[in-house]
């Protein structure tokens, strides 16, 4: 352990839990809900239809005392995050159901550099949370020098880590549409609550022990309090995309209005009576029914904030943003994970602004991409928000898409993952000689 870290772990010791108590409940899940008997779980939530654990719930009691600080996973602009341990853990096999993520700010930095805002946002958030792709907070340490989240670790790393261990640095379809698939889930989900994410890029999507996936980082994040617009049931809009290619700017399918009328199915026999022997075909494509929309959400912000090379063309111009940009951030990301690049890096953050805001989208050559893969990055990535897909039906007109044809979205997370994490070890994640030009970057 480096010797800042004995300072570290020394003055976390003798901070208290924001409770009142001496030791805290912390919360844990594990998104595949297969954890043992000693695993931690989350505590009730308000929003239980989304609980990230099938098992029911038990909760442990743990003070800083029971803490090991060791191992630092990675760093941000506010913060860096270490490995926190269970102590009496073997060092070498250790239970990942004993290891924590432990997000760490120096709260006189945040005062200088006027981040304390940042730092409060993400906490709120994180309390928030609770969806078997998003982190739980575990406790939340509030030190007269340190500010420290606890969160699940996830020894599969982050998706850019992977992707330069794939052949050619890129996924294939399989794993794009894997990735993606549960990426939107997330996105959806953050809208209902009205957060704006903001910070799409493959270095915030972790991988779980199991395979899934965990957006991280959240200090970007706009989070609405009052937002106007509410989740809403509409009927069948039937939007089935088609394949667009000559048209990058394509709209949402309209709503229905409220007062559509659905005739069930059962009130008109599929066979007619008169021939009953005539086989029934077979129907293709998206079956009638409401729709559930969570978004978008009447909020704006003039905030110029995210990732160059991820950041939509209207945080470029200053014209105001709102949920729409986390659909562009999911072009951006789909694009890379095809192709290894994103669509409009320019040789310094200048032209790479300047290539967001008034350049094509072009797609090279190689390698073979399917053509709905191109037409929904193309809907994705159209300038004009107001004409970008997911901007009025929001996760429901990109599930209905055809690159996600055959996703049982109610069963993502039973879904194989493309990649399962071996069981973690501190020695491969000090020295990983499987790719000894990639360091392990957890986070």
């Given at each position: 352990?480096?010797?800042?870290?004995?300072?570290?772990?020394?003055?976390?010791?003798?901070?208290?839990?924001?409770?009142?108590?001496?030791?805290?409940?912390?919360?844990?899940?594990?998104?595949?809900?297969?954890?043992?008997?000693?695993?931690?779980?989350?505590?009730?939530?308000?929003?239980?239809?989304?609980?990230?654990?099938?098992?029911?719930?038990?909760?442990?009691?743990?003070?800083?005392?029971?803490?090991?600080?060791?191992?630092?996973?990675?760093?941000?602009?506010?913060?860096?995050?270490?490995?926190?341990?269970?102590?009496?853990?073997?060092s070498n096999n250790i239970n990942n159901n004993s290891l924590f993520a432990a997000k760490v700010m120096d709260k006189k930095e945040l005062a200088s550099r006027s981040k304390e805002g940042r730092a409060r946002t993400e906490r709120e958030i994180l309390q928030l949370l609770d969806h078997p792709f998003l982190p739980t907070l575990y406790a939340s340490l509030d030190s007269q020098k340190w500010l420290c989240l606890l969160t699940e670790f996830?020894?599969?790393?982050?998706?850019?880590?992977?992707?330069?261990?794939?052949?050619?640095?890129?996924?294939?379809?399989?794993?794009?549409?894997?990735?993606?698939?549960?990426?939107?889930?997330?996105?959806?989900?953050?809208?209902?609550?009205?957060?704006?994410?903001?910070?799409?890029?493959?270095?915030?999507?972790?991988?779980?022990?199991?395979?899934?996936?965990?957006?991280?980082?959240?200090?970007?994040?706009?989070?609405?309090?009052?937002?106007?617009?509410?989740?809403?049931?509409?009927?069948?809009?039937?939007?089935?995309?088609?394949?667009?290619?000559?048209?990058?700017?394509?709209?949402?399918?309209?709503?229905?209005?409220?007062?559509?009328?659905?005739l069930p199915n059962c009130i008109v026999p599929a066979v007619s009576c008169f021939n009953p022997k005539r086989k029934r075909k077979k129907k293709t494509g998206h079956h009638g029914g409401p729709e559930f929309v969570a978004e978008p959400m009447d909020v704006r912000s003039m905030s110029f904030v995210g990732t160059h090379e991820y950041l939509a063309p209207e945080i470029v111009s200053g014209e105001g943003h709102g949920s729409p940009v986390?659909?562009?951030?999911?072009?951006?990301?789909?694009?890379?994970?095809?192709?290894?690049?994103?669509?409009?890096?320019?040789?310094?953050?200048?032209?790479?602004?300047?290539?967001?805001?008034?350049?094509?989208?072009?797609?090279?050559?190689?390698?073979?991409?399917?053509?709905?893969?191109?037409?929904?990055?193309?809907?994705?990535?159209?300038?004009?928000?107001?004409?970008?897909?997911?901007?009025?039906?929001?996760?429901?007109?990109?599930?209905?898409?055809?690159?996600?044809?055959?996703?049982?979205?109610?069963?993502?997370?039973?879904?194989?993952?493309?990649?399962?994490?071996?069981?973690?070890?501190?020695?491969?994640?000090?020295?990983?000689?499987?790719?000894?030009?990639?360091?392990?970057?957890?986070?």
């Amino acid at each position: 352990m480096e010797p800042w870290l004995d300072d570290l772990a020394d003055d976390l010791q003798s901070v208290s839990f924001t409770s009142t108590n001496t030791t805290t409940t912390i919360n844990r899940s594990t998104s595949s809900g297969s954890s043992d008997a000693a695993a931690l779980t989350p505590a009730p939530s308000a929003h239980g239809s989304f609980s990230s654990s099938s098992k029911s719930k038990s909760t442990h009691s743990i003070s800083l005392s029971d803490l090991r600080f060791s191992l630092r996973l990675g760093s941000g602009d506010i913060g860096s995050v270490y490995l926190a341990e269970i102590k009496n853990s073997e060092s070498n096999n250790i239970n990942n159901n004993s290891l924590f993520a432990a997000k760490v700010m120096d709260k006189k930095e945040l005062a200088s550099r006027s981040k304390e805002g940042r730092a409060r946002t993400e906490r709120e958030i994180l309390q928030l949370l609770d969806h078997p792709f998003l982190p739980t907070l575990y406790a939340s340490l509030d030190s007269q020098k340190w500010l420290c989240l606890l969160t699940e670790f996830c020894p599969g790393g982050d998706l850019h880590v992977l992707r330069q261990r794939q052949n050619n640095k890129r996924f294939d379809e399989t794993a794009v549409r894997f990735y993606s698939s549960e990426v939107v889930v997330a996105l959806e989900y953050l809208h209902m609550l009205g957060i704006v994410y903001r910070d799409l890029k493959p270095e915030n999507v972790l991988v779980r022990s199991d395979g899934h996936i965990m957006l991280t980082d959240f200090d970007l994040s706009l989070k609405c309090d009052d937002s106007t617009t509410q989740a809403q049931i509409i009927s069948d809009p039937n939007p089935s995309t088609p394949v667009q290619k000559k048209s990058d700017h394509p709209k949402d399918h309209p709503p229905f209005t409220s007062s559509s009328c659905i005739l069930p199915n059962c009130i008109v026999p599929a066979v007619s009576c008169f021939n009953p022997k005539r086989k029934r075909k077979k129907k293709t494509g998206h079956h009638g029914g409401p729709e559930f929309v969570a978004e978008p959400m009447d909020v704006r912000s003039m905030s110029f904030v995210g990732t160059h090379e991820y950041l939509a063309p209207e945080i470029v111009s200053g014209e105001g943003h709102g949920s729409p940009v986390d659909w562009w951030t999911l072009g951006i990301f789909i694009f890379e994970m095809f192709y290894g690049v994103t669509p409009f890096r320019g040789v310094d953050h200048e032209l790479t602004l300047a290539n967001i805001v008034a350049r094509a989208l072009e797609f090279p050559k190689e390698p073979a991409v399917p053509a709905t893969a191109k037409d929904l990055i193309s809907q994705l990535l159209a300038k004009d928000p107001g004409r970008r897909l997911g901007s009025t039906m929001g996760a429901s007109a990109i599930k209905h898409h055809p690159f996600f044809q055959g996703v049982n979205w109610a069963l993502l997370r039973c879904t194989r993952p493309p990649f399962i994490p071996p069981p973690y070890s501190r020695r491969e994640a000090v020295s990983d000689e499987s790719c000894p030009e990639t360091p392990v970057e957890y986070y």
